[in-house]
């Protein structure tokens, strides 16, 4: 009995060790991964802090103004190191002559839309691109300002929509219809032009001018949290289409174009 009464005694003293160790273990594991977690969110603080970029990926939206037109686009960046990141870009946009310049038509009494004289198609262009952004100055801290270089290339898919107008017949005022300036100069019939016939006219006859494009630019992020986006791009744009492009009667033809570029930037980072 005495025997029997030790053992017991001797297993729960046992037991209660075995508990007492494994307990330890699991809070220190606990701890552990706690301590851990902690410290990542404390990095991250002081990264924040001195305006390091952290993120996995990003989506920008611009609206971009050049020196031979204007356009819209849309970014998507994947981050590869603190410095380098890697972007694909779409955008729309529609290029114009330095030639085109718009008058008011009509006799002054009636408000006609307004005219580009001489102008053929318009010309509007999508672009698929891919490159890469590195990062040359970081914020220093939350009000600074991140300054990046990117370049990008890919191609264009030009589109050629022609330009129509609302003409009468100089002795038939109360009939009109839609012609091109292109048509109107080979009709020998006298017309009055009316005024444009809007953006709504000429898709049906929309011609395809593929080319290739390239850019560099410096991006200026200045806005005050790393989730957000807030930036001004100012950059310089070279295309090349494989075909002349038309787009206003009198002036050379040409396949390449260069421009320079601002642009306004929103988005956010992942």
């Known amino acids: 009995m005495k025997k029997l009464f030790l053992s017991t005694l001797s297993l729960i003293i046992f037991i209660g060790l075995f508990a007492q160790d494994s307990t330890g273990v ?22 924040e802090e001195e ?3 952290i993120f996995n990926k990003h989506n920008i939206f611009g609206i971009r103004l050049a020196t031979d037109g204007y356009g819209i686009n849309f970014e998507k960046g994947k981050f590869k190191t603190p410095t380098r990141t890697m972007l694909y870009q779409f955008e729309l946009n529609e290029k114009k002559s330095p030639k085109e310049h718009k ?9 006609y839309s307004s005219v580009v004289p001489y102008k053929l198609n318009n010309f509007y262009i999508f672009k698929l691109a891919i ?42 005022t109360q009939e009109s219809s839609r012609m091109t300036f292109d048509q109107l100069a080979k009709d020998t019939t006298v017309y009055e032009v009316q005024g444009a016939s809007g953006f709504t006219v000429g898709w049906g006859h929309l011609k395809i ?28 744009t070279g295309e090349y289409y494989f075909s002349k492009i038309p787009q206003v009667m009198l002036v050379p033809q040409k396949n390449f174009f260069f421009n320079a570029y601002v642009q306004i930037m929103f988005g956010s980072r992942k």
């Open 103 to 111: 008058i008011n038509s009509g006799d002054g009494t009636i408000n």
């Open 131 to 172: 490159g890469e952004q590195r990062l040359i100055g970081g914020k220093g801290n939350k009000n600074g300002v991140a300054v990046t270089a990117l370049y990008t290339g890919g191609i264009s898919i030009g589109m050629l929509k022609p330009y129509y107008v609302d003409v009468v017949k100089h002795n038939n």
């Open 51 to 53: 305006g390091d970029l």
């Open 209 to 236: 001018k593929p080319g290739l494009n390239a850019k560099g630019a410096m991006r200026f992020d200045y806005g005050r949290l790393n989730q957000t986006v807030t930036a001004i791009e100012v950059g310089l």
């Open 26 to 47: 699991s809070q220190l594991g606990r701890g552990g991964r706690k301590n851990a977690k902690r410290q990542r969110i404390n990095n991250l603080i002081r990264m």
